[in-house]
């Protein structure tokens, strides 16, 4: 039996992660600060603590570990990230955790750690046409990220790839392209696009109005969840290390991506474009290097993904109105 650790086993995808591992019949032990918001952990072990705190992470990565997923980050959606009020908190905690858990890791002979980046490291200029965003792995530099939850992903990167140069670290890194799914943030805040306007439509009546940030007209690609568990679990025990893009290649406009949830909610609504944090102007998951060297691609389509997680918000909205 493997021993696996989760680190962020409470957020969105650590928690979709322990299911996973726990249905291969892996002893899985979860850290985070919080237990799952949605379902109860199925980890063997969960452990709530600070990864900020040094001695906390040299308890919790102890000797035999198989596998290591490293999740966790103070992250959130546009309205968190890109509003500058958050920037110190986004790069200290998130820094700070991964200086931590590279550390520790080396000492402790980890078999394997994942290490999930983001899209968000890549360079603006190569995001300003929503209609050709460049996101291939090999444009990452010279870097520019169009925020600092970018920069601090870029440094992380490197610094996994440190240590798997210098202390033999056996690091795998991905960049997640906007992974989303049922059981995650939706309206603290924090949430994501794709829940947020699952959400505005949940709760807007046929031919209402919902307002959208921006012009509509910004592109992106969106992954479910399913499909990035598959690529995660495929490439830490690969014998390939990245950095790969694990993301969609279904690219459309926002505009497009309400008409998608519009459809699957049964409703016709009109938009309002508003000002509001956006980040780049176009983006999407170039899967070439992943796809020739794992073989992965995604499963579910934009549509199916969707229709998942608007039926999961619609019976959250349906109990909060109750």
Known sequence: MKKTLVLGAGGFIGSHLVKRLK????YVIGVDLKFPEFSESLADEFYLGDLRDYTFVSQVITEGIDELYQLAADMGGAGYIFVGEHDADV??????????VAKVASAKKVKALFYSSSACMYPEYNQLDPENPKCG????????????????????????????RNYDLNVKIARFHNIYGEEGAWNNGKEKA????????????NDGIIDVWGDGKQTRSFLYIDDCLDAVIELIRSEFSGPYNIGSEEMVSIDEFVEVIAKVAGKSVKISHIEGPTGVRGRCSDNRLISHDLGWSPKINLERGISKLYRWIESNVKVESN
């Open 23 to 26: 249905k291969e019949g892996q």
């Open 91 to 100: 790069m200290h905690n998130s820094a700070q955790i991964n200086l931590n």
């Open 137 to 164: 792995e090999n444009t990452a530099y010279p870097a520019q990220p169009d925020s600092e939850y970018g920069w601090e992903k870029l440094f992380s990167e490197r610094l996994y790839a440190s240590f798997s």
């Open 194 to 205: 794709p829940a947020a306007l699952c959400r505005k439509i949940a709760l807007v009546e």
